[in-house]
Nanobody, 123 residues
Framework: QVQLVESGGGLVQAGGSLQLSCAAS????????MGWFRQAPGKEREFVAAILTNGVSTHYTDSVKGRFTISRDNAKNTVYLQMNSLRPEDTAVYYC????????????????WGQGTQVTVSS
């Protein structure tokens, strides 16, 4: 099992940047595909980005391509989401998630979840 704890959320003006971190417990972090999801009020949880165990292969939802970057440091058991050029529509609770095996973009395919961190982008 793995436990996940997100941090780094906050309030930022449109056009600003934030970096989210997700710290994982356990010694098998490098075996997990890591994903970031977000959920805005009244909306379903949606995929944002994911990264394979090798730290090289990544995938993004179209709305964040070119603005967000996912990365991981297996030595620190941490996955990051660098968010630039933030927009009001990026406002949501952001969750990190973990799964074994292949990269997936559906929330139901992820086994482990953090508690979430709020990101609010003001216009």
């Amino acid at each position: 099992q793995v436990q996940l704890v997100e941090s780094g959320g906050g309030l930022v003006q449109a056009g600003g940047s934030l970096q989210l971190s997700c710290a994982a417990s356990g010694r098998t972090f490098s075996r997990y595909v890591m994903g970031w999801f977000r959920q805005a009020p009244g909306k379903e949880r949606e995929f944002v980005a994911a990264i394979l165990t090798n730290g090289v292969s990544t995938h993004y939802t179209d709305s964040v391509k070119g603005r967000f970057t996912i990365s991981r440091d297996n030595a620190k058991n941490t996955v990051y989401l660098q968010m630039n050029s933030l927009r009001p529509e990026d406002t949501a609770v952001y969750y990190c998630a973990a799964r074994t095996s292949a990269l997936r973009i559906m929330a139901d395919d992820y086994n482990y979840w953090g508690q979430g961190t709020q990101v609010t982008v003001s216009s």
